[in-house]
């Protein structure tokens, strides 16, 4: 006979929380995704000269394509968020990866450059809703692995970020059509495993239901807009440093006595070794809090910006600052979640933050270059690391548990 309380609690207990938010499957094809809109994102630069040459275009006329996806990036994180809540996750999961897809196909067959600057924004769209909401769901769909998983999605973004150019490289920019386009029809390939989403926003897998007050006691109200300020600054910064090291690392190798080849090679290592780090942070995101993850690594990645002053070291230092910064984007979500758990729209402002930290970082690092000199990149990329370093500081010190007072 049945024991009717035990199956009472059986049906009205925690079954919901236990319910998985993806499928084996679907977290699979969510990684696949990554790798697709981390390759189409670094699919733009490679395509450059070809684009210049179909189209008639100055280098800075051809690099709006990039500007255009990114500003698309950002208005799709937006209206994810608007949406998030209100319309199923597959739902909107969907919506980006065919705007992603249609965006990429447009932009490859785009008769003229404005409606190739059109396509590139409607891509960016698709891009950013895939972004962020991957990232929120992650952040919240897999109870205390989700930094971990958290880690390992970004990390496929990286694979993506290595193989788009190499691809592109490998076939010619002169084909780059042929490359969006295979990268369009294969962005349609996750809709495949958006049932096995769970179509509903949830609280964190396994997290219990707080008692009421919990959340106000863990974030009083008027620490909200600080914790918000201070990791709105710690992701433009960092992805300042980010977009920093990428974009001019390679002209601080050659004005220091490396060869051109030598130098685009090094750069390839920094973005690998920022591949390799988020998948060995994964593990370490098992046995130590988010914020001591995010201080070392920013603690880490400001001493390699210094040893790359030296001409000797720079190489060597500007790998060792991939893997650093690394976990820094991955970590600070659960952690922001964390730290502010009723503040709307939190995930939402701190990823489109990081996007117009990568979009401004280029202009105003090549401003202070004017200014200062190829040879000061890294010590210009210190400072601003620096800045990370105190952000995270003091985001771990207001953030911290305090404990009971014994008498």
Do not use: K
């Not at 600052?321 to 922001?336: D, E, R």
Request: one cysteine or more.
């Amino acid at each position: 006979m049945t024991d009717q309380p035990t199956a009472e609690r059986a049906q009205a207990g925690p079954a919901t929380p236990s319910a998985p938010v993806f499928t084996r499957a679907a977290a699979v094809a969510s990684c696949a995704g990554f790798v697709l809109i981390g390759a189409l994102q670094a699919l733009y630069g490679p395509a450059i000269p070809a684009l210049r040459e179909d189209f008639g275009l100055s280098p800075s006329a051809a690099g709006l394509a990039l500007s255009a996806h990114f500003v698309g990036g950002v208005a799709g994180v937006l209206v994810f968020d608007r949406c998030y809540g209100r319309i199923g996750d597959r739902r909107l999961l969907g919506a980006s990866y065919l705007l992603m897809a249609v965006g990429a196909a447009g932009f490859a067959l785009a008769p003229g450059w404005p409606v190739a600057l059109g396509m590139a924004l409607l891509a960016g769209l698709g891009f950013g809703g895939i972004d962020y909401g991957l990232n929120q769901l992650f952040a919240t769909g897999f109870g205390h692995r989700s930094t971990a998983m958290l880690n390992v999605l970004n990390a496929h973004f990286g694979i993506g970020a290595i193989l788009g150019p190499a691809v592109v490289g490998a076939v010619g920019a002169e084909h780059y059509p042929a490359v969006f386009l295979v990268f369009a029809l294969a962005g349609l390939a996750p809709l495949l495993f958006l049932r096995g989403v769970r179509d509903r926003a949830s609280r964190p897998a396994g997290a219990a239901e707080p008692a009421p007050g919990q959340e106000r006691r863990r974030a009083p109200v008027r620490r909200v807009g600080p914790l918000l300020a201070a990791f709105v600054v710690l992701y433009v910064l960092h992805v300042g440093v980010e977009a920093g090291v990428g974009g001019w690392e390679p002209t601080h190798l050659e004005a220091v006595g490396y060869g051109a080849g030598f130098a685009a090679t090094a750069t390839s290592v920094y973005w690998l070794m920022m591949t390799v780090g988020r998948f060995a942070a994964a593990p370490l995101a098992l046995r130590f809090p988010a914020p001591v993850i995010v201080t070392v690594s920013c603690a880490g990645m400001t001493v390699c910006l210094l040893l790359a002053s030296v001409p000797a070291l720079a190489p060597w230092a500007y790998a060792g600052v991939g893997l650093f910064i690394a976990p820094v984007f991955p970590t600070g979500l659960p952690w922001l979640h964390r730290a502010a758990p009723g503040a709307a729209r939190a995930g939402a402002l701190v990823i489109a933050a990081s996007m117009v930290g990568g979009v401004a970082a280029g202009p105003a690092l090549g401003r202070a270059i004017e200014w200062s000199g190829v040879r000061a990149v890294p010590l210009l990329l210190g400072g601003v690391s620096a800045l990370c370093l105190a952000a995270a500081l003091w985001l771990a010190r207001a953030t911290a548990t305090r404990r009971p007072h014994r008498p």
